[in-house]
C-alpha cells in the first residue's frame, strides 16, 4: 500500500501530515503510525497528524506521538496543520479546527501562524518546579547549565518520576535571558527524547514565569532550539485567557511511502 503525504515543522518540530478527509487511514494502527514517524525506517518526525473534515470548523485535527499513540494537543502541531490547510486551500487568513483539547482559532499574519490556545486558570506552584495543563501536561523547572546538561537522563527521570509516574508529562527546563525573554529546552513524552521545540512547552513556560513574577510582560520570547517563538496572553487573577502561540511553520516536502 502506498500513502501520499506531507512533511511540515515549526521551529524544527516535524510532523507527517495526511490528508484523511476520505478517512482511508487506519487511526487504530499504531505500529504504522510509529513506522512512519521512523527516522531511519520511515519518513520521520516528532509526530503524524491527520487532517480530517468537521461538521462545523473548518477541519478536524487528529495528532500522534512518535511512539504511534494518540495523544494530546501539540501546539507547534496545530500551527504546522494550520499551514497545511492554508496550502490545500481549505482556509484562507484565518480559520478555525477542533482538536482533542477542544476549539483553536488561526489567524496569518507577516509570515507567521498565530494559534489560539486553550484558557489556563489552573498553576500548581511547587518550591522547584510549576506544574500546569496547556491542552498537553507541563512540569517548569530553571537550569542554569541549560546549554550542557543532560536533558535525555534528567527529563526522562522526571516524566516517569514523582508525582507523574506512568501518565507522566512534558519537562520544561528554562533559563532566563531578559526581562521578557527565555531560553527554553523541552523533554516530551511520547517522542522520549529532547524536541527543537514544543508548543505548548513554550506556552506552559511564558504562563508560569509570568505567574512566578519572572516577567510582566504580556508577551514573551521564547528561544528554542529551533528558533524563536513567542507567546502572547491577557491575564486577571491569577488566571491566562487570550493565549496566542506564534512563529512560523513551512512545508518541507510531499511525498509517496509505502508499506
Known amino acids: ?47 503524524l497528524i491527520l487532517l480530517e473534515n468537521h461538521p462545523e470548523a473548518d477541519f ?36 478555525s479546527f477542533e482538536a482533542i483539547d477542544g476549539m483553536h482559532y488561526v489567524v496569518f499574519e507577516e509570515g507567521l501562524v498565530k494559534l489560539q490556545m486553550q484558557d489556563v486558570a489552573d498553576i500548581q506552584k511547587h518550591d522547584n518546579y510549576v506544574f500546569l495543563n496547556t491542552g498537553s501536561p507541563h512540569h517548569v523547572q530553571f537550569e542554569e547549565n541549560i546549554e550542557s546538561f543532560d536533558i535525555k537522563t534528567i527529563g526522562r527521570n522526571i516524566r516517569t ?4 509516574f506512568s501518565e507522566g508529562t512534558n519537562v520544561n527546563f528554562v533559563q532566563k535571558q531578559g526581562a521578557d525573554t527565555f531560553r527554553v529546552r523541552t523533554y516530551e513524552r511520547g517522542v ?57 511553520a513551512k512545508q518541507v516536502f510531499k511525498g509517496e511511502v509505502a508499506w
Not at 507527517?16 to 487504530?28: A, L, P, W
Not at 478536524?60 to 507547534?76: H, I, L, P, Q, W
Not at 518520576?161 to 507523574?164: D, E, L, T, V
Open 192 to 248: 522520549e527524547d529532547e524536541t527543537l521545540s514544543c508548543g505548548t512547552g513554550v506556552t506552559a513556560v511564558a504562563l508560569a514565569m509570568h505567574a512566578l513574577g519572572e516577567t510582566n510582560a504580556n508577551t514573551v520570547n521564547l528561544n528554542v532550539e529551533g528558533g524563536e517563538l513567542r507567546v502572547a496572553f491577557n491575564a486577571q487573577d491569577g488566571k491566562y485567557n487570550n493565549v496566542w502561540l506564534i512563529g512560523p
Open 1 to 47: 500500500m502506498k500513502q501520499t503525504f506531507y512533511k511540515y515543522q515549526g521551529t524544527g518540530n516535524d510532523f507527517v501530515m495526511i490528508d484523511n478527509r476520505s478517512n482511508t487511514f487506519d487511526k487504530t494502527d499504531v505500529k504504522r503510525v510509529n513506522f512512519l514517524c521512523d527516522r531511519r525506517f520511515g519518513i520521520g518526525g516528532d509526530g
Open 60 to 95: 478536524r485535527m487528529v495528532y500522534f506521538n512518535a511512539d504511534g499513540n494518540e495523544s494530546t494537543m501539540c501546539g507547534n502541531g496545530g500551527r504546522c496543520i494550520s499551514q497545511f490547510a492554508k496550502d490545500l486551500g481549505i482556509i484562507g487568513d484565518k480559520g
Open 161 to 164: 518520576g514523582a508525582p507523574y
